[in-house]
């Protein structure tokens, strides 16, 4: 999910660079939703983690 964020981020910075900015707008867009969602699992997993009675991953 990173991974896709980080993938869209590049392509909204180049698409920038180049001029296409309604295509930066889009990409950027999609660049923070998989974030948050990306933020959200990992704080739910810490959750469940920490609920189970398992230490943190190092």
Do not use: D, E, H, Y
């Amino acid at each position: 999910m990173l991974g896709w964020a980080i993938t869209f981020l590049v392509i909204a910075l180049i698409a920038g660079v180049l001029g296409f900015f309604g295509i930066a707008g889009v990409a950027a867009t999609i660049a923070k939703v998989l974030f948050l969602i990306f933020l959200v699992l990992f704080v739910l997993s810490l959750v469940a983690r920490a609920l189970r009675g398992q230490p943190p991953p190092a």
